[in-house]
């Protein structure tokens, strides 16, 4: 008999005895050859979080990558032959309704997480096992030892669901402290990180703190599941509870407990990661077949005093932070306003990708997170495959070494904002050359259309236009400034157009929005534009 099936027997009877006659372990004796633990340890959220502040303490230590040259290689192509198997999902059988299943490591997820299940005050880690996958003969895969960890987990529909569960997951969480969710459209688009910390910093590089551990809470309701997950890295240690209700959409009610070990330059809370190549807005000729391809088009954001603002986003010729004062913010979120498939044509469904709007809630003393700013870093990008926006809060004040703060808020995975306004909203922004049709263009000569809809816009009497209000952080406008109703037969579309004139290429801050005498009309387009 080998080490590695002596190793398991032995395992296998600890875990027994350990947790003889749980609900947990009653579903997985269901199974012929279930999920194997270790034995089982003291667990509360309490006790996490302290545990989490005395690792704080310790000199970080990077989490473990099991057989590097075995990983080496598990390239892509071989990472996606690896398939969970269905009848191994924690879950699978009860008690909670939503079986989770969980990725195998590999050449881009070379770091071990642990993986947990909670019940009744205790905790047990799952012991790796190539038995849990599928995977071809000559994978390389099968070099792997005995407890070699996991890359990430999945969330799959609830088994009492109208979806078949082994088909279908709502939730992500795969590599460094990166997590996504599909919202009421199924279609996974934007992702969420647990933290962002030194983003575009010039001086140093970015950290990308990983979730290590994850603790499965088997105790859920029909539409809600529990998670706490640990975060780590060389400046901080964070403690997580996650609990997520799958509805239409997806809401996640988030509980961050963060120990800082050192001070950074840019400390990112909550923050939303998407792509966006090109929109309507611009888009180099030829470049590529499709009208438009984004996971995002918009920064939407509700400031502390109730304004609200948009913020079309931009693929700028150098990396660019924008920063939004505010105090107390209600919200923000990057979202996927555009919905019409023919504004893509492509088969991956941009038009189906979901919003994902941040809510900051009271923190354990009553506050709100306070004076900071809303900050948006776009990266240029020629291509959809990176990831090249984030948008996160930042505090005003720097966050130092030793500190500890406890932040509540809400993730938003939908279509659209969960808080709508009653203000008509930006649904396009176009550029053009500037000057009138029929006569020489001249240079330096931007021109601009900016199309709202909805809200009292649509309550306009006939013959009545609103008022356009604009301004920029230079350059001036010229004489061709208008607002016309668009000839869709759509109440409340309105365009409204201008040109720009400016030198130079530095960008330039620009702000509009419409009124009818004293009554704002619409919320405030923002747009940083960038001369060429």
Not at 173 to 186: K, N, P, T, V
Not at 429 to 447: A, D, E, I, S, W
Request: glycine content about 10%; overall charge negative; some cysteine.
């Amino acid at each position: 008999m080998s080490d590695s099936v002596d190793r398991r027997t032995v395992l296998k009877g600890v875990a027994a005895s350990a947790a003889a006659m749980s609900p947990v372990a009653e579903a997985l004796a269901a199974e012929p050859d279930g999920l194997q633990f270790e034995p089982p340890v003291p667990f509360s959220y309490d006790l996490f979080k302290s545990q989490a502040r005395e690792r704080a303490r310790l000199p970080y230590e990077a989490p473990p990558r099991p057989s590097p040259d075995v990983l080496q290689k598990i390239n892509y192509e071989e990472w996606g032959k690896i398939k969970y198997r269905d009848d191994y999902a924690l879950f699978a059988n009860g008690p909670g309704p939503f079986p989770v299943t969980f990725f195998h490591l590999g050449l881009f997820f070379q770091k071990a997480v642990g993986m947990h299940v909670v019940e009744g005050g205790q905790s047990r880690k799952i012991i790796y096992e190539q038995a849990y996958f599928d995977m071809p003969a000559n994978s390389p895969a099968r070099d792997l030892p005995l407890g070699a960890g996991f890359a990430g987990l999945r969330i799959q529909e609830s088994r009492n669901g109208a979806l078949d569960w082994r088909h279908n997951d709502w939730v992500a969480f795969l590599g460094a402290a990166y997590f996504r969710s599909i919202g009421e459209l199924r279609q996974y688009g934007l992702s969420a990180r647990g933290i962002a910390l030194d983003v575009a910093v010039a001086d140093r590089p970015e950290e990308f703190p990983d979730f290590t551990q994850f603790y499965i809470d088997s105790a859920a309701t029909d539409d809600t599941l529990t998670l706490y997950a640990l975060m780590e890295g060389p400046s901080i240690v964070g403690a997580y509870r996650f609990l997520m209700t799958r509805g239409a959409g997806v809401v996640m009610d988030i509980q961050a407990s963060l120990f800082v070990r050192a001070q950074v330059s840019r400390f990112g809370v909550a923050p939303c990661t998407s792509m966006y190549w090109f929109s309507e807005t611009k888009k180099e000729t030829a470049i590529d077949w499709r009208p438009e391809v984004h996971d995002s088009d918009g920064l939407e954001m509700w400031s502390g005093n109730g304004e609200r603002l948009w913020r079309a986003l931009n693929n700028p010729p150098r990396i660019m932070v924008s920063s939004f004062l505010d105090d107390n913010p209600r919200g923000f979120g990057l979202m996927q306003r555009d919905r019409v498939f023919d504004h893509y044509i492509d088969g991956v469904y941009y038009d189906r990708r979901p919003s994902l709007w941040v809510e900051p809630q009271p923190g354990p003393d009553g506050q709100g997170w306070g004076k900071g700013s809303i900050q948006l870093c776009e990266i240029p990008t020629d291509d959809e495959i990176h990831d090249n926006v984030v948008a996160m809060w930042v505090p005003a004040l720097p966050v130092p070494a030793g500190a500890e703060l406890h932040l509540n808020y809400k993730l938003y995975w939908l279509a659209d904002s969960p808080a709508p306004s009653n203000l008509g909203r930006v649904v396009a922004t176009r550029l053009g050359r500037g000057g009138q049709p029929g006569l020489p263009r001249p240079k330096g000569v931007r021109k601009f259309m900016v199309e709202f809809l909805g809200g009292p816009l649509e309550k306009l009497p006939f013959g009545v236009k609103p008022e356009l209000v604009v301004s920029a952080s230079r350059g001036s406008f010229g004489n061709y400034q208008l607002i016309e109703a668009v000839p869709d037969g759509v109440a409340g579309h309105w365009r409204a157009q201008f040109d720009l004139i400016v030198d130079g290429t530095d960008p330039v801050e620009m702000r509009a929005f419409l009124k009818s005498g004293d009554e704002t009309m619409t919320e405030t387009w923002l747009f940083q534009y960038h001369p060429f």
